[in-house]
């Protein structure tokens, strides 16, 4: 695998801020990298780096095994992305828009090419109409067609869902995994939502203010044995004793809220129901969530613990 | 494949003329030229007495209302209206993509900075150019075509100009020339304005008011104001009129197809030209040092 892009030691200070505090990730050929974090975490001010947009206080940036500021045009000319909202020029027509953004790639493209791309993300039928009377998730559609039509080996795709209703999100989703699966494209997706990621990246990178906080293989990171569950019953203090002297002693966790919470692994969890009835535990809610998620969830509601997941 | 600026000005030039904005310009001018036209030809020979009354006695033959009189007085009364014209589009270039998000999407393409800004420059100069033209075919052709054509006769505070009429139409071809100077200084003025903001409001307003602060410097009779009157640009903006002014042989008569103070046109251009070098310069070396966080 080569590294498509790798950073090292990057940061980004504004006015004694640190927006990016040394960060360093790599990311390899074929890759669904997700880039997750909340709000502010510094995710939009590195992929605005990685695109020249915003220069590092301090660090080193290589895409394609070439230094990104010194070899700029020739390495974006490899990048398509999309920026936040992709705002596009209103008073254009979708397929002008394309054909402009296309030509400040350096590429042609025929009427035919144009409509093709249009058509990949459902916008063939109002290729004409001004982006003036698109909604919300058509520009964020059409933002990724612009990202895609210099067929790019890299695509960076900063919050691609924000504003999506569930219908647009999961036609973002699809379209990510028909890039990467028959396209293979390497592609950077930031997104504050874990759940989203989990069902298309390969490897995932967790920052918060502006800070590494894990990285690793999706498939480690969400393996199935590292499952939470969050229990609710009618009395939890009499089934949080009765778990206590059972087989299931070893699964409790620290009580965090009026909840009751356990680790296990993720085909336990019948196994658990079936015990609380046998055992006339009247149960309330039983939700479970992956680990990283619970991990995650903690991280962005403030609360920073040191990461123990592995590569 | 390399950009070259050809293609980038190119598509500069769609965007200015895409939008509805553009057109504001030639249709507020027009309307403009117009209504004095109309007032002068309704109520020209009114006006032409009113001149001659300030002046005493004076026995005028021919037509004193004519087309290159009519367009002199457009041109005076347009000296702050096509500059804020300009201001319109230039100081919204680069602070206008901004506003609207799509200056990252710009930059973050395989094109340096420095191409951008200088495409976006030219094609305001383009977009300048053209609007200068159409004034000129209204303000000149038109009004020739209108009021005929005739002898010049100007009014200075303290001498009378009267200039032939085959000796006119090359003076004025020479003012738009100067006048473009002019208004790329202006749009140069904007560009760099706009360079330091992210909304257009901000650039376009404070354009246009340096351009009124600077003019009414240029006019208070006040010494301290008078020190700094050479180094405005809005001082040398005015000095397309000197080409209406003709030198005169030892008998004190006028000699045709001449000019009165050539160095100081060029004196005048040549300080334009280096406001413009220097604004632009600033441009680019703004916008390449910028972050792009908008």
Request: aromatic content about 8%.
């Amino acid at each position: 695998m080569h590294p498509v892009i790798s950073v090292q030691h990057l940061s980004k200070e504004y006015k004694n801020i640190h927006a990016v505090n040394d960060l360093s990730f790599t990311v390899n050929e074929g890759d669904v990298y997700g880039f997750l974090g909340q709000n502010g975490a510094g995710k939009s001010t590195t992929i605005r780096m990685l695109l020249t947009l915003v220069r590092p206080t301090a660090g080193k940036i290589e895409l394609f095994g070439q230094n990104l500021f010194t070899h700029r045009n020739k390495v974006l000319r490899n990048i398509g992305a999309v920026i936040e909202n992709p705002d596009v020029y209103q008073y254009l027509s979708a397929c002008n828009n394309l054909k402009l953004f296309a030509r400040m790639s350096g590429i042609h493209p025929t009427t035919n090419q144009l409509m093709e791309q249009l058509d990949m993300v459902g916008l063939k039928d109002r290729a004409d109409d001004k982006v003036q009377t698109y909604s919300q998730g058509m520009r964020q559609r059409l933002g990724i067609a612009i990202a895609l039509i210099h067929d790019p080996q890299l695509i960076i795709l900063d919050e691609p869902t924000n504003g999506l209703d569930p219908q647009g999100i999961a036609d973002i989703r699809n379209l990510i995994l028909h890039l990467s699966r028959n396209k293979k494209k390497t592609l950077l997706i930031s997104s504050h939502l874990l759940s989203e990621m989990e069902q298309v990246a390969t490897r995932l990178l967790i920052i918060d203010k502006g800070k590494k906080l894990v990285e690793g293989n999706a498939e480690t990171l969400f393996d199935p044995a590292q499952t939470v569950i969050e229990l609710e019953t009618l009395n939890n203090e009499a089934a949080r004793i009765q778990l206590s002297n059972s087989q299931w002693q070893q699964a409790l966790q620290p009580q965090r809220n009026d909840k009751i919470l356990m680790k296990m692994h993720r085909d336990q969890i019948p196994e658990l129901n079936v015990w609380l009835v046998q055992n006339d535990i009247r149960v309330v809610g039983l939700q479970s969530r992956h680990s990283l998620e619970d991990y995650f969830l903690q991280v962005t509601n403030g609360t920073q613990h040191v990461a123990t997941f592995t590569n | 494949m390399e950009h070259n600026m050809w293609q980038l000005l190119q598509i500069e030039l769609y965007k200015i003329f895409r939008r509805p904005r553009t057109y504001i310009a030639f249709g507020a001018s027009a309307a403009l030229i117009i209504i004095l036209q109309f007032g002068l030809k309704v109520d020209g020979s009114e006006y032409a007495s009113f001149m001659l009354q300030s002046i005493g006695n004076f026995d005028v033959q021919g037509k004193l209302l004519n087309g290159y009189l009519v367009c002199f007085i457009i041109l005076q009364l347009m000296l702050v209206h096509v500059p804020l014209l300009v201001t319109l589009i230039a100081a919204d270039m680069i602070s206008g993509e901004a506003s609207h998000g799509t200056l990252r999407m710009l930059l973050s393409k395989p094109i340096s900075r420095t191409s951008v800004v200088m495409a976006k420059f030219y094609a305001t100069c383009v977009y300048t150019f053209l609007l200068l033209v159409w004034v000129a075919i209204l303000a000149l052709l038109v009004s020739l075509l209108i009021f005929g054509k005739s002898d010049l006769f100007l009014m200075r505070s303290e001498y009378i100009v009267i200039i032939r009429k085959d000796d006119i139409f090359w003076r004025y071809i020479c003012a738009f020339c100067f006048a473009y100077i002019s208004l790329v200084t202006v749009a140069a003025l904007g560009f760099f304005l706009s360079s330091l903001a992210d909304n257009s409001i901000g650039p376009i307003v404070a354009t246009m008011s340096i351009i009124i602060l600077f003019t009414v410097l240029g006019t208070l009779n006040i010494p301290v104001y008078k020190a700094i009157n050479p180094y405005l640009f809005t001082t040398h903006m005015v000095v397309w009129k000197d080409f209406f002014d003709e030198k005169v042989n030892v008998s004190n008569e006028a000699i045709a197809g001449t000019i009165e103070n050539l160095p100081s046109i060029i004196h005048s251009l040549l300080v334009l030209t280096v406001y413009i070098i220097v604004l632009m310069g600033a441009t680019v070396w703004v916008v390449r040092k910028k972050d792009i966080l908008s």
